[in-house]
């Protein structure tokens, strides 16, 4: 059974880090591209950060570009993200989610999600 | 950057009745990269299609995705009590983008 669980989220001041970590496990993780997808409270999904399955291709929105950072470690079976100077706007849900297919980070839908950690960036 | 706009913003039916969703793209998607995800309060989304037009692994052949280009439709025949949920479009080419989804609530 395919399983993704978040951690790291929490409350941190405007202009601070934090840095997300994604354990997977129930597949292969070095096999498939990853991705990082975050819902403000009430809102719609956004997707923000891809990475291919050997780190050779990744992608931002333009919302994170410059201060965050996607990276794994496939012999931990594990994503992370990397945020720096985050901003009241960064609040949301953050979910880690598997590409469907062994490629580039994007080529595939999303089919399987972890259930996500809440990040608020609050003074 | 491709925008996904998604209508209507709400949709009220109820069981039984024949919902069309409706997800149009500022641009062309390439090789038809769409997908359709359904998330319920509280939970994760899901995966229904992708493709386009493929149903996911375990998705009832209720839901049916149809389209290209820059037009796409998700449509449910029949609405089951389970269906009632937000529904997003996805396309995952060149820097993925989702709609802003559209909620099915119980009329």
């Known amino acids: 059974e395919v399983q993704l669980v978040e951690s790291g989220g929490g409350l941190v001041q405007p202009g601070r880090s934090l840095r997300l970590s994604c354990a997977a496990s129930g597949f292969t993780f070095d096999d498939y591209a990853m991705h990082w997808v975050r819902q403000a409270p009430g809102k719609g999904l956004e997707w923000v950060s891809g990475?291919?399955?050997?780190?050779?291709?990744?992608g931002y929105a333009d919302s994170v570009k410059g201060r965050f950072t996607i990276s794994r470690d496939n012999a931990k079976n594990s994503l992370y993200l990397q945020m720096n100077s985050l901003r009241a706007e960064d609040t949301a849900l953050y979910y880690c989610?598997?590409?469907?297919?062994?490629?580039?980070?994007?080529?595939?839908?999303?089919?399987?999600w972890g259930q996500g950690t809440l990040v608020t960036v609050s003074s | 950057e491709i925008v996904l706009t998604q209508s209507p913003g709400t949709l009220s039916l109820s069981p039984g009745e024949r919902a069309t969703l409706s997800c149009r793209a500022s641009q062309s998607v390439s090789s038809s990269y769409l997908a359709w995800y359904q998330q319920k309060p509280g939970q994760a989304p899901r995966l229904l299609i992708y493709?386009?037009?493929s149903r996911a692994t375990g998705i009832p052949d209720r839901f049916s995705g149809s389209g290209s280009g820059t037009d796409f439709t998700l449509t449910i025949s029949r609405l089951e009590p389970e269906d009632f949920a937000v529904y997003y479009c996805q396309q995952y080419g060149s820097s993925p983008a989702f709609g802003q989804g559209t909620k099915v609530e119980i009329k």
């Open positions: 493709g386009a037009s």
């Open positions: 989610a598997k590409d469907m297919s062994n490629g580039d980070y994007s080529q595939s839908p999303l089919d399987y």
């Open positions: 990475i291919s399955w050997n780190s050779g291709s990744i």
